[in-house]
Each structure stands twice: as structure tokens, then as C-alpha cells.
T-cell receptor, first 113, second 117 residues
Framework: AQSVTQLGSHVSVSEGALVLLRCNYS??????LFWYVQYPNQGLQLLLK??????LVKGINGFEAEFKKSETSFHLTKPSAHMSDAAEYFC???????????FGQGTELSVKP | GAVVSQHPSWVICKSGTSVKIECRSL??????MFWYRQFPKQSLMLMAT?????????EQGVEKDKFLINHASLTLSTLTVTSAHPEDSSFYIC?????????????FGDGTRLSIL
């Protein structure tokens, strides 16, 4: 069975500050890991994915995440937060890239001016 | 890029009526589509996996007779909430995996907000 835990349901940062959203996973098979962003009343947009290639994955909008097997983590970072980054972020795990996703609880990111 | 269209985006109806939600892959064929449900301020919960030409696979705890799924073509899956009641009010999101694009992630629709009065 697979599961995802996102630490912190709400994270608040100042504009220009580092963004760090935490995600830990559990999987009995090599996982595929994803970060999605959701704006109010919208679907999900893929930020980045880990598919067993490079452990440091770069995504859209300046986000990146590092897969650490020893820590079973896949934390999302961005060096400098922008007001437009305020949204809900979901980490997800799957057994294959196009297969069903198991989502974490989500982290709401607020960006203060 | 791959686009998934979901319709309607918002629906309000009376208790006891049935509501159909459509999920279409616009520029690719999708053997598999997924239906998720999201309550306010909560995560997405997978309801069922829809496979073209066969019966959907429902997750534990999801009522098959309540949430009817049909995947009649490679570009269309529908979710029908039968005899809807206020507790069925939620945000429903579909996603699709491309048939001819191996190792591609799911693409999500924009969701349908269902409000049952």
C-alpha cells in the first residue's frame, strides 16, 4: 500500500522568501512522486514529477523537489516566493506514471507582501 | 499540451435528482480515466478508475449504484450521481491517462462543483 503525508496544513512565507513544503511517502514498490498545485475552484496542475531518473527534479514556475530514498521524502522548494504562488499544494504517489494517485492532505501556501 | 475538459463546472439541483458529469480528453485518447472527490479544505479521494469498454473499478466505500460511471469511448467518461442528496455535495474532479503516450502523467479537468439543495 502507498501513502503520503504532508507536514503542515498551512505554510505562510513572505514574498521573496524560501518556500519549503514537506512530503513524506510510504511505498512497497519504487514510487512515482508528483507535486500538484490547485487554485480555488480549479483542477490540478502538475508542477513536477519524479520517475526514477534524476533525484533532483525541476518543475514549472521555479519549483523543484528532491527525492531522498533514505528519508522517504520528496520536499518541494522554491528559492523566492511570489504572490502568485499562493495556492493549495498536493503531493501524490503512484505505482506508475499514469496510474491512480494517492494524495497527501494538502498544504495551503500563503504569501505575505 | 494535453487537455481534459469537464462539464458542467457548476451545478445546483434539488435533492433526489440525478446529475451527470462529463469528462472529455480533447486532444488525446484515454484508455483510463479517474474520478476524484474533494470536500472543502480537504484532499482528493479517488472514487473509481474508469476503463474504456469495461466496468469501472470502485474504491472501497464508494457506492457503485450511487455513482454510476460509463466510459463508452476513448475520449469520454461520465459520472452520474443518482438520487443526489445534500451529503453528495462536493467538488468532483476527473483525470485522464493517455493511451498512446506511455509514461505520461494524468491530466486533470477543472472540476465540477455539485450543490444539492
Amino acid at each position: 500500500a502507498q501513502s503520503v503525508t504532508q507536514l503542515g496544513s498551512h505554510v505562510s512565507v513572505s514574498e521573496g522568501a524560501l518556500v519549503l513544503l514537506r512530503c513524506n511517502y510510504s511505498s512497497s514498490v519504487p514510487p512515482y512522486l508528483f507535486w500538484y498545485v490547485q487554485y480555488p475552484n480549479q483542477g490540478l496542475q502538475l508542477l513536477l514529477k519524479y520517475t526514477s531518473a534524476a533525484t533532483l527534479v525541476k518543475g514549472i514556475n521555479g519549483f523543484e523537489a528532491e527525492f531522498k530514498k533514505s528519508e522517504t521524502s520528496f520536499h518541494l522548494t522554491k528559492p523566492s516566493a511570489h504572490m502568485s504562488d499562493a495556492a493549495e499544494y498536493f503531493c501524490a504517489v503512484s505505482e506508475d506514471e499514469g496510474g491512480k494517485l494517492i494524495f497527501g492532505q494538502g498544504t495551503e501556501l500563503s504569501v505575505k507582501p | 499540451g494535453a487537455v481534459v475538459s469537464q462539464h458542467p463546472s457548476w451545478v445546483i439541483c434539488k435533492s433526489g435528482t440525478s446529475v451527470k458529469i462529463e469528462c472529455r480528453s480533447l486532444d488525446f485518447q484515454a484508455t483510463t480515466m479517474f474520478w476524484y472527490r474533494q470536500f472543502p479544505k480537504q484532499s482528493l479521494m479517488l472514487m473509481a478508475t474508469s476503463n474504456e469498454g469495461s466496468k469501472a473499478t470502485y474504491e472501497q466505500g464508494v457506492e457503485k449504484d450511487k455513482f454510476l460511471i460509463n466510459h463508452a469511448s476513448l475520449t469520454l467518461s461520465t459520472l452520474t450521481v443518482t438520487s443526489a442528496h445534500p451529503e453528495d455535495s462536493s467538488f468532483y474532479i476527473c483525470s485522464a491517462s493517455a493511451t498512446d503516450r506511455k509514461n505520461q502523467p494524468q491530466h486533470f479537468g477543472d472540476g465540477t462543483r455539485l450543490s444539492i439543495l
